[in-house]
């Protein structure tokens, strides 16, 4: 009896593969910074370009990043403003903030790709965000952005490991996530809340702490610290410093979680998705929404 025949592995470059031109949305994250190089490997860095949209919700530091995955991986890059905050449905944060936040990022994507001539978007989405019922989603199905790294079976692992191997300057970067996913679901987004959380986080990243998340309560910040952060603590002189460096931020009381870092708690207490330091999982359905669409051109 011969055994059965199974069927051949997909060549990953298979995954990556577009027609025409190519438009990524570069976050700053090892998962955008991955998409960006294998499909400017795979399709030609001549057929790619990315965009980084960013507000008040993120960091400076996510803007550099992205800029220095650009010029490593060797395509053109913009920057783009977007003004989700000046949606109330967004500032509201009543549970759907990720979602207001992609319709916002995605017009301007869309818009771009028309405009130039690009005939696929896509972003990084990975498997690991698959896992939540993510209101974001619903955007990205919406406008029919791609998301290679799914398509794939591309896990966070995976997604680092292949950074190493290319050799990315973000393939051991922290996760992270866009500032607002600091801010309890119910408490209303602001600038000032925002430029408030990026205060105390540059700070506590300054005195040598690697992962972690700032939680905006008000007048009090709750730190997440991963094990080695806790260890960190230990030290007094340390210790005293991060709390005046994050009471500098504008806060009056600085709490350490005991639970330690995880991502999305604030969420998770209020039943909103968990945060990702990516735009969060999307169809590979190629069509875009009607009143829409996709930036495919017939013909």
Known sequence: ??????????P????FQAPGRTLVALSGGVDSAVLLALTARVNGRSKV?????FSAAVPAEERASARRVAAHVGVDHDEVETRELENPEYRGNTGDRCYHCRIEMFDHLIGIARARGFDTVSYGAIVDDLGDDRPGMRAAEEYGIRAPLIEAGLTKLD???LARDLGLPVSDKPATA???????????????????????????ARLGFRQFRVRHHGDVARLELDENGSHLLRDDRLRQRLIEEVRAAGFRFVAVDLEGYRSGSLNLLKGEPAETESAPATSSRPAGRAGRGSPRRSG
């Open 159 to 161: 997604v680092r490991a």
């Open 49 to 53: 370009s990315a965009v980084t949209t």
């Open 178 to 204: 866009c500032l607002a996913s600091r801010i309890p679901v119910g408490t209303p987004v602001t600038a000032e809340r925002l430029a408030q959380v990026e205060r105390a986080e540059r700070a506590v």
């Open 12 to 15: 990953l470059e298979r995954y």
């Open 1 to 10: 009896m011969n055994p059965p025949t199974v069927p051949p592995a997909i």
